[in-house]
Each structure stands twice: as structure tokens, then as C-alpha cells.
Nanobody
């Protein structure tokens, strides 16, 4: 079992930055690939970014590529999402997720554990 807790969300103006954190506890964190997903009001949950067990491989949704960076610190059992040049359309609840696999994945059903989410609101 992996327990995930997100933090770092908030209200920011367009063009600003936020860094989300996801603290993991439970089974060995360093074996798990991690991902970030988001759900905007009235929309389904969508993939944002994923990172493999070592942090050496990452993959992004086209909508955030070049603006967001996913990283991890296995010594701290934490994964991060640095979000720059934020846009109003980035407004959503952001969820951290963990896979049993060590390799990156961009589908929700491939993730086994989920956090409770953190709200990000970008004003225009």
C-alpha cells in the first residue's frame, strides 16, 4: 500500500508559477513510477506528467510540455510538479498517483494509488 498526500496548490495569476509536492508513505516509494493528473470543473481527469522510478525518464501531455517539470527525490519519498507560465486553463484539481510498475505510464487505469488532490486556480 502507498499513501499519497499532495500539497502546494493555491491561487496564482496567469504567467505565475507553483510547485506541487506529493509525499509518499508505505511500501518502497523508489520502485514506483509516479504521475500527475488533473481534473478541471465539468471535465474528466486527464494525464499531465509521469516519471520513472529513478527520475531518469519523464513524459508530458502536449498541453503542459515546456511549462511543467516533474521530478522526484527518492530520499525524501517525494515527487514534485513545477508549473511555470500558468494559464487559466490549467485551473484544476491536481492528483498525484503511483504505479506498481517502475516505468512511466500515461493512462489512469495503470495507476494503483491516488492522493486526495490539491486545487490549483489560475486567474486571468
Amino acid at each position: 500500500q502507498v499513501h499519497l498526500v499532495e500539497s502546494g496548490g493555491g491561487l496564482v495569476q496567469a504567467g505565475g508559477s507553483l510547485r506541487l509536492s506529493c509525499a509518499a508513505s508505505g511500501r518502497t516509494f523508489s520502485n514506483n513510477a509516479m504521475g500527475w493528473f488533473r481534473q478541471a470543473p465539468g471535465k474528466g481527469r486527464e494525464f499531465v506528467a509521469t516519471i520513472n522510478w529513478s527520475g531518469g525518464s519523464a513524459y508530458y501531455a502536449d498541453s503542459v510540455k515546456g511549462r511543467f517539470t516533474i521530478s522526484r527525490d527518492n530520499a525524501k519519498n517525494t515527487v514534485y510538479l513545477q508549473m511555470n507560465s500558468l494559464k487559466p486553463e490549467d485551473t484544476a484539481v491536481y492528483y498525484c498517483a503511483a504505479r506498481s510498475s517502475s516505468w512511466i505510464g500515461d493512462t489512469q487505469k495503470s495507476y494503483d494509488y491516488w492522493g486526495q488532490g490539491t486545487q490549483v486556480t489560475v486567474s486571468s
